[in-house]
T-cell receptor, first 116, second 111 residues
């Protein structure tokens, strides 16, 4: 069964550094998402992306965050200047249609970001 | 997404059925009921969804109350691998691109 893959599985970075988290969504999917989960807390929506632009974003997704689909297969999340509070698991997800069709989201296993 | 209420945790014995409840008294007529689960150290995983009728798939069954104000996810025979956090989510059928997760129910399965 096709799956969403994320790399790296664990990223350690120093405060103030830029990080790029990478995702390869399922190949025929058109809708892409980033979520994060701080240790012990809920899974939080960050951003959705369709047709090469952001469809919706949360309050968490401020100017420090950006997303990109640089080619036909990758979907990336960039944090420009990391803060300690950015330490979390970051999950990428994709779906073949938007929520108006109630297509389920398929999630990767996440990248654990540790900011020191 | 409209609000759902789930117990914080539940416990089950291995090989026995598990009924995970969810209340959604403010559900609107076009909201779908989705269930996801999150195994330890993994991303959320889709389980099942439905609108009005009960639904079955290889993972679970979803029983929806007649007034749609509550639903129950049924795992027919719990295994140790089913220990996870289960999320009940309402998805609007009006477009929009986000799925909002609540705190969910943490299911413990005893051998």
């Amino acid at each position: 069964e096709p799956e969403v893959t994320q790399t790296p599985s664990h990223q350690v970075t120093q405060m103030g550094q830029e990080v790029i988290l990478r995702c390869v969504p399922i190949s025929n999917h058109l809708y892409f998402y980033w979520y994060r989960q701080i240790l012990g807390q809920k899974v939080e929506f960050l951003v959705s992306f369709y047709n090469n632009e952001i469809s919706e974003k949360s309050e968490i997704f401020d100017d420090q965050f950006s997303v990109e689909r640089p080619d036909g297969s990758n979907f990336t999340l960039k944090i420009r200047s990391t803060k300690l509070e950015d330490s979390a698991m970051y999950f990428c997800a994709s779906s073949d249609r938007d929520s108006s069709y109630n297509s389920p989201l398929h999630f990767g296993n996440g990248t654990r970001l540790t900011v020191t | 997404d409209a609000k759902t209420t789930q117990p914080n945790s539940m416990e089950s014995n291995e090989e026995e059925p598990v009924h995970l409840p969810c209340n959604h008294s403010t559900i609107s007529g076009t909201d779908y009921i989705h269930w996801y689960r999150q195994l330890p150290s993994q991303g959320p995983e889709y389980v099942i969804h439905g609108l009005t009728s009960n639904v079955n798939n290889r993972m679970a069954s979803l029983a929806i109350a007649e007034d749609r104000k509550s639903s129950t996810l049924i795992l027919h025979r719990a295994t140790l691998r089913d220990a996870a956090v289960y999320y009940c989510i309402l998805r609007e059928n009006t477009g929009g691109f986000k799925t909002i997760f609540g705190a969910g129910t943490r299911l413990f399965v005893k051998a």
